[in-house]
């Protein structure tokens, strides 16, 4: 009984954790650009990105130069911007370390890492 107590207040004591650490996009008036900053103020990505998601999955899509990529909570891009459709990604994110995304018309799994694994010959596919 003892233990089941200690992994209750484990588990809390991680989910209170990342609802503490947790970060957003937000949006800068002054330069119309967006950034990502945690829930103390502290700003974790200075505004320089066009367009982009909340955070989903831990995983925010973001425009540049008219494409679309991926950047996760730490501000660090994890898919190169280089889709032209910002639903081409599965929006459950990453599993398994693989992300199914469309381009142009076929879909492909893609790497944490960015990197092409599985070739975009499917005409539909589903979170790996």
């Not at 990502?36 to 909340?54: A, S, V, W």
């Not at 130069?65 to 910002?86: C, H, R, S, T, Y």
């Amino acid at each position: 009984m003892k233990f089941k107590h200690s992994l209750i207040i484990t588990l809390i004591q991680l989910l209170s954790f990342h609802i503490l650490t947790a970060q957003t996009v937000y949006y800068d008036n002054g330069s119309k650009l967006y950034g990502i900053i945690d829930n103390t103020g502290k700003i974790i990505l200075k505004p320089t990105i066009e367009q982009m998601t909340m955070f989903q999955s831990g995983l925010s899509r973001f425009k540049k130069n008219e494409k679309w990529g991926l950047i996760n909570e730490a501000g660090m891009i994890v898919f190169q911007p280089k889709v032209d459709n910002l639903n081409a990604f599965c929006n459950l994110g990453f599993k398994e370390g693989l992300i199914s995304v469309n381009i142009n018309g076929k879909y492909g799994y893609y790497s944490e890492k960015g990197m092409l694994v599985i070739p975009h010959k499917f005409d539909l596919t589903e979170q790996f």
